[in-house]
């Protein structure tokens, strides 16, 4: 009969309430919420889109949008109420 020391019961109550990393999820520009559509069109403007994924880090969901613009590539997080969380030259 195995017993459980209190070391070995914290342990895996902690890591029972770490944060699991979610994979990623490939969107479609016609598939988003109306206001992240919004700011990817705004941002975005002539550029072309290469890739759209929704992301979850922890409790955050956000979306990241990858486009080019002139041959240079930009990145947009983007919250699920439309707001520019980030913008990045790549």
Known sequence: MKHWTIRTC???AALMAAPVAVA???V???DLPT?????V???VKNGKITD???QKDGNTIYYEVEYTV????????????????RREND
Do not use: S, W
Request: charged share 40%.
């Open 10 to 12: 914290m342990g895996l």
């Open 28 to 30: 479609k520009l016609e």
């Open 52 to 54: 759209i994924e929704r």
């Open 70 to 85: 002139a041959n240079k590539d930009y990145e947009l997080d983007i919250a699920p109420d439309g707001k520019l969380l």
């Open 24 to 26: 990623d999820e490939n």
């Open 41 to 43: 069109q705004r941002e």
């Open 35 to 39: 206001a992240v559509r919004q700011t």
